[in-house]
Nanobody
Framework: QLQLVESGGGSVQPGGSLRLSCAAP????????MGWFRQAPGKEREGVAA????????WYTDSVKGRFTISKDNAKNTLDLQMNSLKPEDTGTYYC???????????????????WGQGTQVTVSS
């Protein structure tokens, strides 16, 4: 029933790294925008990064630029988020999501993404 499944979350110290992965059906990888979102307790969900179906264009929120890298492997049907130099403010539940491209850009706007994973927890603390 659940088509997007995240994995790779955990607890790390500031400055550490984590790599999140998302498994999705082949049809999503072929023609859907895919992105990573996160939500901290009491905060609104925000877009972190997104990537076009072919993986040729990416988008990052300012707070993670230079630290996070989104990538996808359509042959393996996986979406990844490499997170380096993690900060306490990166703590939250991270979600993999997808939406039909419909000729538009793959900016991770929450309300535009229609399919969501269950989320994986990332905790950054000393």
């Amino acid at each position: 029933q659940l088509q997007l499944v995240e994995s790779g979350g955990g607890s790390v110290q500031p400055g550490g790294s984590l790599r999140l992965s998302c498994a999705a059906p082949v049809y999503i990888h072929a023609s859907y925008c895919m992105g990573w979102f996160r939500q901290a307790p009491g905060k609104e969900r925000e877009g972190v990064a997104a990537i076009s179906p072919a993986g040729l264009s990416t988008w990052y929120t300012d707070s993670v630029k230079g630290r996070f890298t989104i990538s996808k492997d359509n042959a393996k049907n996986t979406l990844d988020l490499q997170m380096n130099s993690l900060k306490p403010e990166d703590t939250g539940t991270y979600y993999c999501a997808a939406r039909q491209t419909q000729g538009g850009l793959c900016v991770p706007t929450v309300y535009e993404y229609t399919q969501w994973g269950q989320g994986t927890q990332v905790t950054v603390s000393s």
